[in-house]
């Protein structure tokens, strides 16, 4: 079984900052983590990808973020980190981590449970 496991999140007042990590983990031994990224969900809007970030490292940005969010990984824990600046209103979202998994021959994608940024004076 594999899981994705989200902290960081919380309150912070326009131009602040926030951090958050996500970890994949699995209980098998063949358990092979490629791409992981961000999503967010803004209430009554859809779900959109914030950033991603392959095994070699190659970064994605939605224009909104760029230049303000840095996503950032480490290979070897499975885990990703995405980094918050200059953090506007319309960041306010659930944010979802997403890992993109092989278990053995099987390539699945795995979200976490989301985790809720507001930013708000």
């Known amino acids: 079984q594999v899981q994705v496991v989200e902290s960081g999140g919380g309150l912070v007042q326009p131009g602040g900052s926030l951090g958050l990590s996500c970890a994949a983990s699995g209980s098998m031994f063949s358990f092979y983590v490629y791409t992981m990224g961000w999503y967010r969900q803004a209430p009554g809007k859809q779900r959109e990808l914030v950033a991603t970030?392959?095994?070699?490292?190659?970064?994605n940005y939605v224009d909104s973020v760029k230049g303000r969010f840095t996503i950032a990984r480490d290979a070897a824990k499975n885990t990703v980190y995405l980094q918050m600046n200059s953090l506007k209103p319309e960041d306010t979202a659930v944010y979802y981590c997403?890992?993109?998994?092989?278990?053995?021959?099987?390539?699945?994608?795995?979200w976490g449970q989301g985790t809720q940024v507001t930013v708000s004076s």
């Open positions: 970030i392959t095994r070699g490292s190659s970064t």
């Open positions: 997403y890992a993109q998994v092989k278990v053995l021959s099987t390539m699945s994608d795995y």
